[in-house]
């Protein structure tokens, strides 16, 4: 059995995986999910990947999968803990020296228009599950945004990155674009929206396992 590594993504929290890791828990998984210290506006990276493995502590057999902006923390707690397989979900694939802040004129990203928070990042997700995420979400005000992304290539650690088809805030299209060019292969994909671990965690969890 494997230890999931759950890094959520901006203004989020561990309470985004809540569905997921119930069911990987429920198949035997170690499943570790942290909150990021996002609304500490003195934490960059290093406070960020301290986090992570200070809930880590000694297990291994280690698999990280990094959410939206988590993408950003997982592949440093990769590298640094040597996991098995880092695993990035609706990702902001980040370059070497890029700041968050610059990533998304560095990839041309264009947000929906005409479409609320909710219908960008939940739609498909039940309606009392959105309601409740209202009340988990996060300011984020820490310092990572304009940080340089401090590795100076990939982790040597295998790569696996999983787009969502309905996603309409990373659409299909734009992240497959953008994994190809900053990572030279094509993503995987599956059903459900941006929040993939709310809409879809059972099929989340099989894809996961199927990793394995």
């Known amino acids: 059995m494997a230890t999931f590594v759950l890094i959520h993504g901006g203004g989020g929290s561990a309470w985004d995986f809540h569905l997921l890791e119930a069911e990987l828990s429920g198949r035997g998984h170690d499943v570790v999910a942290v909150n990021l210290p996002i ?21 291994g057999d280690l698999v990280v999968l990094g959410h939206s902006y988590g993408a950003f923390t997982a592949p440093l707690v990769a590298e640094k803990r040597s996991a098995r397989l880092l695993v990035l979900l609706t990702p902001m694939i980040p370059k070497p020296g890029e700041t968050p802040g610059d990533w998304w004129g560095n990839t041309g990203f264009q947000d929906a228009k005409g479409l609320s928070d909710e219908e960008k990042f939940f739609n498909g997700v039940p309606a009392d599950l959105v309601a409740e995420a209202g009340s ?7 310092a990572e945004w304009g940080q340089p992304w401090p590795l100076e290539k990939w982790p040597d650690v295998p790569t696996k990155v999983l787009i969502a088809r309905e996603d309409r805030f990373f659409t299909p299209e734009f992240q497959r674009r953008v994994v190809q060019e900053r990572l030279g292969f094509a993503p ?17 969890a099989d894809r996961l396992e199927s990793y394995l």
């Open 188 to 204: 995987d994909e599956i059903d459900g929206s941006h929040s993939v671990p709310l809409s879809h965690p059972k099929a989340l």
């Open 39 to 59: 609304d500490d506006e003195k934490a960059g990276f290093d406070e960020h990947v301290d986090a992570v493995t200070k809930a880590i502590g000694d297990r």
């Open 136 to 142: 988990h979400g996060r300011n984020q005000v820490s």
